[in-house]
């Protein structure tokens, strides 16, 4: 499937770090796998699909490379994951057979990347693409291998451990960042994902050698 693999990534920037292996080893080698495909299938170029987000991606790196600030690592590290991502879509969808996907699939998921933080159901979704809510459904999990909901939480778990690593953030205040407002909710939604608690993914990220 084209993103089940995918989403919920940590940035490739501090990816060689041996002691985060056992805490988010399948994200790792998921994205690692993703990027020899990608890149050393002995087919190195990519070429976009029509609405891919590659080009914009790509543009916001270069901006952010003028700016300065602690927020600028974060920023840096959520576009290069972003833009990986989508360069592994356009190639798998590329080679899945079923084609450029509807528009309105292209639709939900940038709205779940701008809306994540809000409280999204199906029906808002659905609404917003003016299409049902079962073909939708439907649709986009034939297309990216996730359930809407499945695609929004992996989405949030992403932000999340962007936020754990980078920010001060208390883990509370990381939950209500990523839409979650049920901190037991989203701890146990994180592990599920990493391995680990929230806290204890921090302490382990800040210190490495422990």
Known sequence: MVLDRLYGLPSLSHARRPSLGAAVGSFQRALREGILRLFCGGRPVIAPRRHSRVPQLIRQLIELQGQSGRMKELLCSQRLVDLLTECLLDRQLAESGFGEPPGFVEGVVRDIALRYQEKLT????????????????????????????????????????????YSDRSVAGVAAEVGIENVSHFIRLFKERTGQTPLVYRRKWQRPEE
């Open 122 to 165: 199906l029906d808002d979704l659905a609404a917003k693409q003016s299409v049902s809510k079962y073909h939708m459904a439907k649709e986009f999990k034939k297309h990216t291998g996730f359930s809407p909901n499945e695609y929004l939480i992996h989405t949030r778990i992403t932000k999340a451990i962007e936020l754990l690593k």
